[in-house]
């Protein structure tokens, strides 16, 4: 923590304005190539089908918007084709640095081979809440991916030189396994600087999709004035359990910005409709490890 100095919040928005435009300038170029590829399918249907096509599949404008509604639930569905673990290791005080470079060496291995099926989303070490826990959050190419991963990694001829060594460090070990909000889909590797907040919510039992549509609203409003890296809800596990994940350049910023948050549209009604659902809350922050692909 006492690298994140109080006037980091200019180099952090910085590096956030430049990650947001590349992402703007990906989405701009995927839809013109989506565009582009609709023009060349009614190009072609209209040179097949002629009068007839249109008495059987509906005017050029309908099969378009058939096009576009069948686009929606590709998008919605897709984001199922990823599952995300949530680790938590519990390290002994006095092998803290032991531990870095012991994980830090063999996670960036495994997720460095393509066999293995597996990324690396992050690696944080917790500054404030359950100090000297360490959170690492893998995602994987569904289920089969995550079966694959596992016999990969663990049939490794250095695993249980690696697996006999962190038992040595850790007192307590929780993995979940998590499927992340089709609204909120992962970031992918970036480094702003700054910190993270883990904020874990214990919903009252059948509670997750209404949880889910207030969210895809409030989402919205929250994304004006800060930056989330993800939102995933436990499937195996510890269930009931919804896991948002922030970035901010310091703690000051997180305030500021948590209180602009009011000022936005929407965002007092998300809190006031989601209070009730929650059973219990907690609030973490992190700070990435110096492997971790999002920092």
């Known amino acids: 923590m006492a690298d994140i100095t109080p006037d980091s919040a200019a180099s952090f928005n910085k590096k956030q304005q430049e990650f947001r435009e590349d992402l703007i300038a990906e989405q701009k170029q995927k839809e013109q190539q989506e565009k582009e590829a609709r023009e060349r399918d009614q190009e072609n249907a209209k040179k097949k089908g002629g009068a007839l096509s249109s008495l059987i599949y509906g005017t050029p404008e309908g099969r378009e918007l058939d096009k576009d509604i069948e686009r929606s639930f590709s998008q919605v569905l897709a984001r199922g084709k990823y599952v995300h673990s949530i680790v938590f290791h519990e390290v002994k005080p006095d092998k803290v640095d032991e531990y870095a ?5 063999w996670y960036t291995k495994m997720a460095a081979i393509p066999e293995n099926k597996v990324h690396l989303v992050g690696s944080w070490r917790t500054e404030v809440g359950d100090c000297n826990t360490f959170v690492h959050i893998w995602e994987y190419q569904r289920y089969e991916g995550y079966h ?4 990969n990694i663990q049939t490794h001829p250095e ?10 460090m850790i007192t307590s070990k929780q993995t979940s396994l998590m499927q992340e909000f089709s609204f909120w889909p992962t970031t992918s590797p970036r480094s702003l600087g700054g910190l993270f907040e883990l904020r874990s919510y214990t919903l009252h039992p059948g509670n997750l999709l209404e949880w889910e549509t207030h969210w895809r609203r409030g989402l919205k ?7 989330g890296v993800g939102a ?3 499937q195996i596990g510890d269930l009931n359990t919804v896991h948002h994940l922030w970035q901010f350049a310091n703690l000051e910023e997180r305030k500021i910005r948590r209180e602009q948050s009011w000022n936005v549209e929407g965002w007092g009604e998300t809190v006031h409709k989601t209070v009730p659902l929650i059973q219990a809350m907690r609030s973490r922050i ?3 490890c110096s492997w971790s692909p999002v920092a």
């Open 232 to 234: 995933w809800f436990v």
């Open 159 to 168: 695993f249980r030189d690696f697996d006999s060594k962190l038992k040595t």
């Open 286 to 288: 992190l700070l990435p």
């Open 101 to 105: 470079e012991l994980v830090g060496n």
């Open 221 to 227: 409003a929250r994304r004006e004035v800060m930056e």
């Open 148 to 151: 694959q991963s596992l016999h």
